[in-house]
């Protein structure tokens, strides 16, 4: 099963970065290149613990449907979200939030599993991987650079 692990430093407190990383306005803000929509459930605002959203967007030439709930979260240390409806057979995405001296350090652990087996798998490594990790990446920059500027009072004030 493919695994992703990505580790970011933002210059910010562990509180900030853990609330904007849970920003529905936030996450279509930092993918606006798929045009992420938030369809169902939490729609705006952070979303919580027992919470569902389901995105809309355009990945790999389809638009795209997929539904997760926050499965687990220990504010503002961590949080993981888990698919119940979509492409893959398994997504798992726990976001971990460290406390450093000068800020914090966000890692996310992303685990899935898609279907068609053998060709999947080839999938995987050749394309599917390096495309999440970059969504990840992108996605990542955007939560650094609201955090560490004024721009996350819009956003959590």
């Known amino acids: ?3 992703i692990h990505l580790t970011t430093f933002i210059a910010a407190p562990p509180e900030r970065v853990f609330d904007l990383t849970r920003n529905i306005g936030l996450h279509k803000i930092s993918l606006k290149n798929t045009n992420e929509e938030a369809i169902a459930g939490v729609t705006s605002g952070p979303i919580g613990l027992d919470e569902t959203v389901t995105w809309r967007a355009r990945h790999i030439g389809k638009n795209r449907t997929m539904q997760v709930k926050i499965t687990k979260m220990e504010s503002p240390k961590s949080f993981t979200d888990e698919q119940l409806k979509g492409d893959f057979v398994y997504f798992r995405h726990e976001h971990h939030f460290k406390p450093i001296e000068n ?9 899935f599993k898609t279907p068609y087996g053998v060709i999947g798998s080839i999938f995987n490594r050749l ?5 999440l990790e970059k969504f990840l990446v992108q ?12 721009k996350w009072r819009a956003l959590l004030m």
């Open 139 to 150: 996605r990542n920059l955007v939560v650094k650079q609201y955090a560490e500027t004024e």
């Open 103 to 111: 800020g914090t350090l966000m890692i996310d652990m992303l685990d």
């Open 1 to 3: 099963m493919p695994k």
């Open 127 to 131: 394309y599917l991987t390096g495309y």
